[in-house]
């Protein structure tokens, strides 16, 4: 499944940082504008797993009712 993120460059010295406007915690870097995307896509995957397999193991713990759904939020650029 493919979701659609604001990914953001700025040059700081030699160097690219690059993060997700929309998700605090993915943040990367890169010589190139090129490595810091490639490097920030999977940065943004390894923290939807986690974040995914933490929620899980929390629900194993005691939670009583929970309802997941997915979610559509339309916003202006």
Known sequence: MKREFTAVYEKR???YVA???EVPGVNTQGKTIR???RNL??????ILVTNREILRKSLLNGAQTVV???IFIG???
């Open 19 to 21: 993060y997700l406007e």
């Open 13 to 15: 010295g030699k160097w």
């Open 68 to 70: 997941k759904e997915p």
């Open 41 to 46: 896509k999977e940065a943004a995957r390894l």
């Open 75 to 77: 916003m202006a650029k």
């Open 35 to 37: 490595e810091a995307k």
